[in-house]
Structures are given as C-alpha cells and as structure tokens.
C-alpha cells in the first residue's frame, strides 16, 4: 500500500526567502507526482504534474524534483511571498485505477 | 475557461438522512474523481468515473455511490449519513482517463452531519 509522508508538516519563513518542501512515497512505481495548493477551507489548485519519466517541472517561481528510485519529491519556491501561505500538498498516482494518494501537507507561513 | 465547478457549497444533514453532492467537470474532461477530506484524516480517495462507467473505487462502504451522466457531470450520493461523513468532499476532473492526465479540483462541498 503506497505511502505519502511531507516533511515539516509545518513552516515558518520571512518574506523573500529560497524554500523547500519535501514529499516521500513507499512505492516507487508511480505512474505521476503532482503538487498542489490548498487555501484554508478551499479546494486544491494544481501547482505542476511530474510524469514518472521526468526528473522536474518548472512553473514560474516553483520548481518541482522527481527521484523514482529514492522515492522523493521537492518543491522548490524561490523568493517567497506571503501570498505564498497555505498547505502544499503532494500526492502519487500509482495505479491504473487513477487514484491520487495525498500526503498530509505542508503548512506554510510567509511572515511579511 | 470555467473550472470543476461543485454544488452546494454548504449542506447540513442529520444522521441517518441522504445527502447528494453534485460536481460538473471542465468543459471536454470525460474523467470525474471524487475524494474526501476529513478532519485529522487528510484527503482520500472515493470514486473514479470515465464515460459514465465506474473505474475505481476507494476503501468506503457501499452507501458511498454516484453515477456520471451523458453530459460527464457526476453525482455523489451518501446514504444513511452517519457522523463521521462530516467532511469536505472534492470533486476533480481530468481530460481523459489515462494516467498521464492531469487531476483538477473543484472548491468542495462541505457537509456537516449533526
């Protein structure tokens, strides 16, 4: 049974600072990773969808890492900005059924 | 170009009712998800329909249903409601069923059961 595990499930950094969050999984044979966004009370915005046999995807400031064989994920923000607060969420899809396993987020805080 | 779009936003029950949570998907996505969201649980997954047939289902019980219609909008039925439903459910949408496609949210409905 495929795993999702983010680390720390919590962040705090000022404004303009270079982050990480980082996204494990048991089961490396997944078919894709896609991180998204979540607001307080809100649905999910998808930030960017990594294929298995892609090594990263960038999108803006955001720049998401695949590693299959170690199964690891992380996404980069450079220069955060307090618009930036919210939970990250990763999640794997690894089966043909289609089914996204959620990690439990990182809350992240960007103080002013 | 409009987004999952899910209604109602709010729905208050009591235990043992009904409750039906409805969700239409991008406009040309033929792939509707279903997932939930419960306090302390994080996010699972329930359905997966493609072209109105059911694809997968989550680890809940049977009075956990839907259906997809014609038009690829879905519905999501939970019968005899029972406390720990209180959840927000999530409906996601995708282009077609394959795996190489992207899942996209909608904003939720929330149902609270007292």
């Known amino acids: 049974k495929q795993e999702v595990t983010q680390i720390p499930a919590a962040l705090s950094v000022p404004e303009g600072e270079n982050l990480v969050l980082n996204c494990s999984f048991t089961?490396?044979?997944?078919?894709?990773l896609q991180w998204f966004r979540q607001d307080p009370g809100k649905g999910l915005t998808s930030l960017l969808l990594?294929?298995?046999?892609?090594r990263e995807q960038t999108s803006g400031r955001l720049n998401a890492s695949l590693d299959k064989s170690s199964g690891r994920s992380t996404l980069y923000i450079a220069a955060s900005q307090p618009g930036d607060s919210a939970t990250y969420l990763c999640a794997v899809n690894n089966n043909a059924g289609n089914m996204l396993t959620f990690g439990g987020g990182t809350r992240l805080m960007v103080k002013p | 170009e409009a987004g999952v779009t899910q209604s109602p936003t709010h729905l208050i029950k009591t235990r043992g009712q009904q409750a039906t949570l409805r969700c239409s998907p991008i406009s040309g996505h033929t792939s509707v998800y279903w997932y939930q969201q419960a306090l302390g649980l994080g996010l699972q997954f329930l359905l997966w329909y493609d072209e109105g047939e059911e694809r997968n289902r989550g680890n809940f019980p049977p009075r956990f249903s839907g259906r997809q219609f014609p038009n690829y909008s879905s519905e999501l039925n939970v019968n005899a409601l029972e406390l720990e439903d209180s959840a927000l459910y999530l409906c996601?949408?995708?282009?077609?069923?394959?795996?190489?496609?992207?899942?996209?949210f909608g904003p939720g409905t929330r149902l609270t059961v007292t």
């Open positions: 990594i294929q298995s046999s892609q």
């Open positions: 996601a949408s995708s282009l077609r069923g394959g795996t190489i496609y992207e899942q996209y």
């Open positions: 089961d490396s044979a997944i078919y894709n």
